[in-house]
């Protein structure tokens, strides 16, 4: 089972920052993986719509990866970040990435599947969000 470790780094009352670190094992891809579920924060907030993302800082080596907001039916897909370099990515300026999945049937679940996650691949991400 690949390694993905998810350390919260502020749960404040308008933003949220996680910061997750990627190893492979070799046994595959992630896919759908929760990288942030609005009821764990605290306090939880209900499972709609709820996260805008202002800004990523990722370090991927060897792998691609999409980021994709839950929803029921299909998934959201909101961002792709390809592997072998360092970025920092603003959304603020445009007011954030939202999800825009269906306030029925979207969970406000951010998540993550990665393309060519192979064994000693490894990785970094760190996800501001505003929650909404």
């Not at 007011?95 to 406000?108: H, I, P």
């Amino acid at each position: 089972m690949p390694q993905l470790t998810l350390t919260t780094l502020a749960d404040g009352p308008r933003n949220a920052i996680t910061h997750a670190s990627f190893l492979s094992d070799g046994s595959g891809d992630l896919v759908d993986v929760d990288l942030i579920n609005p009821m764990d924060f605290n306090p939880p907030m209900p499972p709609r719509p709820a996260l805008n993302i202002y800004r990523l800082w990722y370090d991927f080596t060897g792998f691609d990866a999409r980021l994709e907001f839950d929803y029921l039916s299909s998934d959201t897909p909101i961002w792709t970040m390809s592997g072998g370099r360092s970025n920092q990515i603003d959304f603020e300026m445009i007011g954030g990435l939202t999800d825009r999945s269906n306030e029925l049937d979207g969970s406000g679940k951010l998540q993550i599947t990665t393309s060519g996650f192979d064994a000693g691949d490894f990785g970094t991400l760190i996800i501001w969000a505003r929650k909404s």
